[in-house]
């Protein structure tokens, strides 16, 4: 059982930055692949980005290649996604997820554990 707790949302104008974070309980952290979905309102949850185990393997949505950054340190058992350049059309429910079998990055049935979200505004 992996618990998974995302932090690091928060209100923003367009153009700036956040670091979000999700630090997850458990020995095992570096065995499961992770990745970055969101969810905006009265829209379905979309994948954002994945990395693998190590690190050394990270996928992007188009919209936010070039802007967003995904990476983790197994030693502090999280992974995170740095957010630049951030657009109204950003605002969301952010969630991460983690999964410790092969599978497709973006595919959410692919995941097994689920943080509870954390809200990302940006404003114009």
């Known amino acids: 059982q992996v618990q998974l707790v995302e932090s690091g949302g928060g209100s923003v104008q367009a153009g700036g930055s956040l670091r979000l974070s999700c630090t997850a309980s458990?020995?095992?952290?570096?065995?499961?692949?992770m990745g970055w979905f969101r969810q905006a309102p009265g829209k379905e949850r979309e994948s954002v980005a994945g990395i693998s185990t190590s690190g050394q393997i990270t996928y992007y949505v188009d919209v936010v290649k070039g802007r967003f950054t995904i990476s983790r340190d197994n030693a502090k058992n999280t992974v995170y996604l740095q957010m630049n350049s951030l657009k109204p059309e950003d605002t969301a429910v952010y969630y991460c997820a983690a999964t410790a079998t092969f599978g497709i990055w973006y595919k959410e049935s692919d995941y097994d554990y689920w943080g509870q979200g954390t809200q990302v505004t940006v404003s114009s």
């Open positions: 458990g020995r095992t952290f570096s065995s499961y692949r």
